[in-house]
């Protein structure tokens, strides 16, 4: 790690996105004419209440799940309307994913989950991006450990090197610190954070933590699938206080709209 790359334009956007279930009497709104622009090379948290469409959203931008209406795009890779064989590929080489859940195969070494989605992809791995990557999350003797030798700090930092070695465009993190204690989950978003300062990465974070969003660079926040306020520069102290002074005015979805 020499230097700090700096990154610009728009890693991933939505336009005017809905995200409509059911219908009738069960019609759920999870997302209403969500318009958002995530930067390159930034650290964007997503917040809001339980129900808010904050884990919506990422799955929507990540390619994860189909909108109602709208526009989704990978810089400038245009999702909405493409077919599964295309999402799929544009997941595998544009993408990266850290779940709360590690999601590592219990049968592989750490070294062989981690080179698991380029080996998938028929991709080899960059060996000096390979190594920076290992250095960067700690792990360097632990490469021949499985992940029940492992600690769940140790085995979610295998899952960002994971999802960093790719090289993808824009990693998604639904809640990656949820099964971490303070101590692991603070190792984990230090490492997110300095893969964005020192490599240029874009992440994208779900979270419901204070202190997990106060390593981002900007906090967008929902309320009832709506964005109802961003944050930048955010501490815990600023992130809390919006959180508890989020107003809920979304609009009505009419029954026109629905159908449209």
Sequence with gaps: MTGTIEATGTA???????KVY????????????????????KFTAIMGPSGSGKSTLMHCLAGLDSVTRGEVFIGDTRLTGMNDKKLTELRRT??????????LLPTLTAEENITLPLSIAGRKPD???????IDTVGLRDRLKHRPTQLSGGQQQRVACARA????????FADEPTGNLDSKSGAEVLGFLRNSVREFGQTI???????????????VIFLADG?????LFEPTADTVLDK????EVNAPSLTKAEAQQ
Excluded: C
């Excluded at 000096?128 to 990557?133: G, I, K, L, S, Y």
């Excluded at 709506?226 to 961003?230: G, L, Q």
């Excluded at 959180?243 to 989020?246: D, G, R, V, W, Y």
């Design 226 to 230: 709506a964005v109802v306020s961003e």
């Design 94 to 103: 544009k993408v990266g994913f850290i779940f709360q859940q590690f999601n």
């Design 12 to 18: 991933a956007r939505t336009v005017d996105v809905w």
């Design 204 to 218: 994208v974070m779900v979270t419901h933590d204070p202190v997990a969003a106060s390593y981002a660079d900007r």
């Design 243 to 246: 959180l508890k002074n989020i």
């Design 164 to 171: 960093l070695v790719a090289r993808p465009e824009v990693i």
């Design 22 to 41: 059911g219908s009738g009497e069960a019609q759920v709104i999870a997302l209403r004419s969500v318009s958002v622009e995530l930067g390159k090379g």
């Design 127 to 133: 060996k000096a991006w390979f190594d920076t990557v």
